[in-house]
């Protein structure tokens, strides 16, 4: 008889970075930054204090330009909303105002952002799942283009339309099944003719006029095929809807969700080498419209709402190093002074992180982490740099969309926003104060002893 082992069961054990993982991004040598926008990084943080964000103005006019450029190349009248959720900084959307484009907006507070800072009602684009009855109510007296999400927002529109006793136009957003997961929280769905069937109820109404199509396919998608897709389906049904039902598509709106360079965490390749360029977004969004041209009554206007393609990245975030540590693994930490308060797309992407010093082609494997008091403050899981000391500073790229709009205060509170730009730098947000954060809240009066009756809140309340 053999000795034989007794049988166990086999042990799944995981490789260090998984079969699966993408090779470092970081093989290559970070460049070093010294400027952002001609202004050096050291002067930003002494007048500014760090971390500060700062954007480069000439950078996100540029790829406005690069962007509608590339759409009117091929569709002369096309025009940008561009999405002001995704960085709602007035100096953000000012900026955008200025090089042309018109606002698209999801809620009351943008839409009056976008009035406030003098773009008329007949240049925004009103979208979202849940408008008020009073903000529908001013969107449709100022002419703005209003894209409907669903049947009841549909039948309290109506009503709206009715009250006010004039017609007002409005647009379908659609959904349809392009990509996994599909996009489907939102809109009248394609493929059962729920959209067909609004169309017809619109249609019905005294004081509704159909006017457009609206399709926002999902957000960060770097293939131009699924836009192309998307469009020859929305092209489709406006013809369909023209046909059927006397209707005239004065427009075709394609929505956002264009790719930037930055990299989704587990993707294979990095973000710079796999989402396209904007003069590729624009064949495949105009393709099938150019093909369609004879076949409108009219040409309709072709709106897009680039978001983060336009924003991302003409923002970086300057942040100091505060201590090196080693974890339990051994792998050493740096702890920055930026945390996911102020950079929640650390969630999600693994953002290009650059030294400000140069220190050599010497690297080192750190774990970024933020000052926030939380285990969850990771801004890089893993990134090899040059060896880093306390003190030193790094530059954080490619910040401009959905960080401030999503950045919260916790622990600490948010810091300068500046705007750096050919002739200086401009404060466009104040560093927030404890009074910022407290300025809400009332103390109520069975909490007033002695020991709070000097607090700042009482003082407010009496
Ligand atoms: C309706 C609509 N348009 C435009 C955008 C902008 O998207 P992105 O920043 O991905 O371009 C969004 C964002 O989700 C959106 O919901």
Redesign the pocket.
Known sequence: MTDRKPYSSPELQSLPGGPLSRPPLDCRRPEPISKIAGHDVRDLVERFGSPVYVIDDEKMRAQYRRMIGAFRASWPDTFI?T?V??NYLSCMVATMREEGAWG?V?SGFEYRLCRDLGIPGNEIIF??PWKTDDDIRTAFAEGAVV?LDGDDELERVIAIANDMGKEVGVGL?LNMQLNYPPWDK?GFKLENDHALEAARIIAREPNLRLDGL?M?V????PDPALYGRAMSQVVSLALRLERELDAEMKYLDL?????TRNTLHDTMLPGEAQSATPEAYAEAVTRPLRQAVSQFKGSPRLFI??????V?ESASIITTVRAVKHMAGGQKAALLDAGVHILPTAYWYDHEIRPVEDRGATMENYRMVGPLCMQIDVIRKEINLPALSRDDLLVIENVG??NFSQSIQFIYMRPAYVMAHANGVDVVRLPEEDDYVRSQERLPSHLINDETRNSVLVRDVT
Request: hydrophobic share 25%; net charge neutral; glycine share 22%.
């Open positions: 909303g999405s959720k995704t698209e999801v979208n979202g894209n957003r939102f609206h926002h999902g957000t960060y998608l929505g956002g969700g264009y790719a709402e680039p978001g983060r393609i336009l991302d969309a959905y």
